[in-house]
């Protein structure tokens, strides 16, 4: 139903429109045509308005149609303050990660070829070099993920044997991974031992028994306990496992490379001391402290890594070669732990100064103030996320939009690069350090699009 002043007017009319049939020249006629529809379907349903007149409805029709052609994997501005945010993919790549993934993904690669010999090649062998040298492990294997790292470990040495793990690591991290149920998924055994607060060697030992497949330690990224607690450490495991002849797994989690306690971030192993302290097998992420692409990193004995490659599932697991490709360009950038701060982002923009994040905070703001976008800077706690550093608050700051704040929410959510911030004390903020510095420019175009013209400007 129309509103009674212009009825709706025909698909068929609409289609024979120059404004809408020149629509035709970049898209096929069938999506304009459903643009159309929906142009139509909006006002019907009361959605919009009626359009004032005919040029209107043309613009109604290209719109629907941008949507319609607009990919649902877009991206977007980080400005919620959690650096590594899960839902926003996690680690933005550093520039060699980028370059290396173009330049792999275009042609063939030697991905499963061995140039030198002129045969067939192992995909697993590309990144070992690099992560032996870094880490001090004797192999390492890459598949997708972390959580697909535990269940080929699990899998592999515990299938319808016993996984024995401390009541204070059965962890849920992030919304599907739920430790109990990956144990119970890869075919092991639960066998908790200890309470939730409270687990010792002993409660280990006592657990032991021919059915024992494997020893699992699981890092609790994503909270911390205190008071009355204790846990049995990866070194006192370790001769507990080597005992009874059974591997030691360690679910290790963030990926972090390098110590970052020097920038008010500490508290988290390094993977090399993760290494160093003996378990058979550590797994970790690829996009957490890492800061590469999503992937789960294996790293262990020969004897272990072999294991874990002839399972069969390892196949169902693999990893592609983009995700090697920028895994190995994001390595290669650890061997000058400088060069690593400087280029990967997410240390970048872990580690950058409060002074320069609120330095970009302040000349956005006076931009944006230049075009009648009303908003401050204020001072705000950034957090690490991707389940790592849980407690750590980095000094950060932020842009404080001015006006009703759900509406400005959906605002630049609403833009052609959706801007997402978070809404604090009802004031959107959009913080900065979990922006990349080099993107600041279209930051400030993205936010001048969306907020100009509206009840916001001043
Ligand atoms: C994040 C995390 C995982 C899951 O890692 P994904 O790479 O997202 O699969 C598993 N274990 C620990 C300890 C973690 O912190």
Redesign the pocket.
Known sequence: MSDGRHPLPAIGLLLERAGVRALSADAPRSLVAEAARRAVADVRDGRVPTPDDEAEWDARVATALHQLQRPSLRPVFNGTGVVLH?NLA?APLAAAAIQAITRTAAGACNLEYDVDAGRRGSRYVHCVALLRELTGAEDAIVV???????VLALNTWCRDREAVISRGEL?E??GS?R?PEIMARSGAVLREVGTTNRTHPDDYRAALSALTGALVK?????FAMSGFVAEASLRDLVPIAAAQGVPLLY????GLMMDLSRFGLSGEAVARDAVRDGATLT??????LLGGP???ILLGSAGAIAACRDNPLCRALRVDKLTLAALEATLALYRDPERALRDIPALTMLTAPHASVRGRAESLAESLRAIGVRCTVVDTEATVG???FPTARIPSAALALDGDAAALDAALRASDVPVIGRIADGRLLIDLRSVPASFDTALHGALGRALSGTAVRS
Do not use: E, P, Y
């Open positions: 899960t996690r997708n993920n972390c959580a697909a790292a535990l962890v991290i992030g991974f430790v699981v890092h609790r990224s994503n679910d290790f989690g963030s797994m970790m992420s690829g996009d957490k999503q992937a789960g991707g389940g790592a």
